[in-house]
């Protein structure tokens, strides 16, 4: 098999691997905040594609006289950009909505305008250079893109530093900076192989986009493992911690919820174990978990998170 070909199938192959986990993690759990990482994720895989492996692409378009070089490198950039702004706009959003944060309108306002104004002055120093001389190396050209990105991902990742801080939730504070380390390190290892330590099998182009553009999606992994771990151990306590009475008061009614009931949920939104339910109820750990199960039933959910979320979730 063309090894071009190959690459193209195992990066698609880890790409779907990756989307596929986060989709089920997200309707599993109905955090908000993973929504908007599965919308970074998206156009983070696209702009990937394109940074990493657009170079062997063009070049087997170009193996066909009907293709137009530079407008084929034109429509190459124009997807590239759209996809970091994209991907840095859904990361900057599942910070905030991690850190329980509302992003201002002015904020949102003023970000597109900027994003316009810096992919516009890019556009036009591309152009610039292509109607110079039309074989610029695309590389070339793409790195403007890489620096631009990696100066945006660096201001979005400070941000979670600065919004752990201001979370009231220890869980999800604590969540927050863990995956700040993890991205920072998994950022910084990217980058200094793609562009500054060199290895041996970076002479064959091939070689090169299959390490790079794997480390590029081996990046989300330990994320992605974290998420799932943290959030299994953790999942309850970082929905919610004081519930609104009017809301459980219309949760109750609506779903029928009997004393006992109402007794257990009340300690389930507040991360309390079965054997910590059983010891302040003076009941036993299997009829906490017995009820549990009824009350799931009984709701249409299966698991706690879910069960916090839907109470915050009402409306009175």
């Known amino acids: 098999m063309n090894i071009v070909y190959l690459i193209y199938l195992l990066f698609i192959a880890g790409s779907t691997f990756v989307l596929y986990f986060t989709y089920r993690l997200k309707k599993k759990y ?52 759209p996809a ?35 992919m516009t002055g890019v ?82 182009p091939a070689y090169f986009s299959l390490f790079i553009s794997s480390l590029f999606l081996a990046l989300n992994l330990p994320v992605l493992f974290y998420l799932y771990t943290f959030i299994k151990r953790h999942g309850a306590k970082i929905s919610i911690q004081a519930a609104d009475p009017a809301k459980l008061d219309y949760f109750f009614s609506n779903y029928g919820i009997t004393d006992r009931e109402k007794d257990i949920i009340l300690l389930v939104i507040r991360g309390k174990s079965n054997k910590e339910i059983g010891k302040t109820l003076f009941i036993s750990p299997k009829t906490v978990k017995n009820t549990i199960y009824k009350i799931y039933k009984k709701i249409g959910i299966n698991n706690r998170i879910q069960l916090t979320n839907i109470i915050q979730s009402k409306r009175t």
């Open 30 to 81: 109905g955090f908000k905040f993973l929504d908007y990482f599965f919308s970074y994720l998206i156009f983070f895989i696209v702009y990937g594609f394109i940074y990493y492996i657009g170079g062997m692409f063009i070049g087997q378009l170009f193996l066909r006289a009907s293709f137009n070089r530079l407008a084929t490198k034109q429509v190459i950039f124009l997807v590239c950009c």
């Open 84 to 118: 970091i702004m994209f991907s840095i706009y859904f990361m900057i959003l599942w910070i905030f909505s991690l850190a329980e944060q509302q992003i201002k309108t002015w904020f949102k306002i003023s970000y597109w305008i900027i994003q316009g104004l810096i």
């Open 123 to 204: 556009l036009i120093e591309f152009n610039r250079l292509l109607n110079i001389d039309q074989t610029v190396p695309f590389g070339r050209i793409m790195l403007i893109v890489s620096r631009i990105f990696q100066i945006m991902i660096c201001s979005a990742l400070f941000s979670i530093y600065l919004l752990a801080r201001s979370s009231s939730n220890p869980e999800r504070k604590k969540l927050l900076k863990r995956m700040g380390y993890i991205y920072i390190t998994g950022y910084t290892i990217l980058i200094l192989f793609s562009e500054y330590i060199r290895l041996p099998f970076y002479s064959k």
